[in-house]
């Protein structure tokens, strides 16, 4: 292996989601960092692999990051995984890989499950951008102020929320957001109580309170962003159309235009016409 730090993607829950990079990686390195070593044991024994295990958490991450540069210095390949999921994502690592990258050592990803993007896949929502927030203030005042600073935005929100948060957060969510706004509750991804429940904010209190079962395990919140008002949408795909036109040919322009606001191709298609033939008037 190349002596460089790997950042492995392990499961959410089910250990058939691991992949087959991941596990010859895995099986290679000289050693293998892990947020908790027992719950990485238990994936390692299920696939046959002894690589020896260090603990690196976000109590010792910033001392253990330094002995691990030390380690990839001296020619040693080292992985990082935490519980589940893609390393650094709201999970230790991020110390870590800032770490290596400033002592000029290679950082190599090694993509899979990730709790993020399996929620959004099975969101439904139509917002071509979303907003990755990860967890929300414990405190009340704090979470609701950063909920009112995101309430305006056209994105998708994407949270992550402890069990015991979760009812205290949906209710500020609802008083924030507005309670006709749709959210997914995506919970226990990839186990075996996995759930998903679309609904609108105002109803998500009643569907959780009717089995005490739904407020445990682990959850994704994905909260549709803000409407916009046509008028609005149109000036600022106008804008952004304008400002691409400058530097960018027609076609490619209107692609990006429309990925960026939402607005059709065909609509920005024909003011892109307008514009162009406006400017060679000028």
Not at 21 to 40: F, G, N, P
Not at 48 to 60: G, Y
């Amino acid at each position: 292996m190349e002596a460089a730090l790997y950042v492995v993607a392990t499961p959410l829950g089910n250990l058939r989601d691991i992949t087959l990079r991941a596990l010859d990686v895995l099986a290679a390195v000289d050693l293998v960092a892990a947020e908790d070593t027992r719950r990485t044991q238990q994936l390692l024994s299920h696939y046959t692999i002894h690589t020896r295990l260090i603990a690196l958490h976000e109590h010792n991450e910033r001392q253990t990051a330094e002995d691990i540069v030390g380690l990839l210095a001296d020619g040693m390949s080292v992985a990082y995984v935490t519980d589940a999921g893609t390393p650094a994502i709201s999970d230790p690592g991020a110390i870590l890989v800032a770490r290596v990258s400033e002592a000029a050592l290679p950082v190599i990803p090694i993509p899979g499950p990730s709790a993020l993007t399996a929620a959004l896949s099975a969101a439904g929502l139509s917002a071509p951008q979303f907003l990755f927030y990860g967890f929300l203030p414990s405190r009340p005042g704090a979470r609701r102020a950063a909920l009112s600073a995101l309430s305006s935005l056209p994105h998708a929100l994407v949270f992550f929320e402890a069990p015991h948060r979760l009812l205290q957060t949906l209710e500020d969510m609802t008083q924030v957001l507005g309670p006709s706004r749709v959210v997914l509750i995506a919970r226990e991804i990839t186990k075996v109580f996995e759930s998903f429940q679309r609904c609108e904010l105002a109803q998500a209190r009643a569907w959780l309170m009717e089995d005490a079962n739904r407020m445990r395990g682990e959850f994704v919140l994905i909260v549709e962003g803000a409407a916009t008002a046509p008028e609005e949408a149109a000036a600022q795909g106008q804008r952004t159309l304008e400002i691409l036109l400058n530097d960018l040919p027609l076609k490619q322009a209107v692609h990006l235009t429309a990925a960026i606001t939402g607005t059709k191709k065909n609509v920005l298609y024909r003011r892109a016409l307008e514009l162009k033939k406006d400017s060679s008037r000028s």
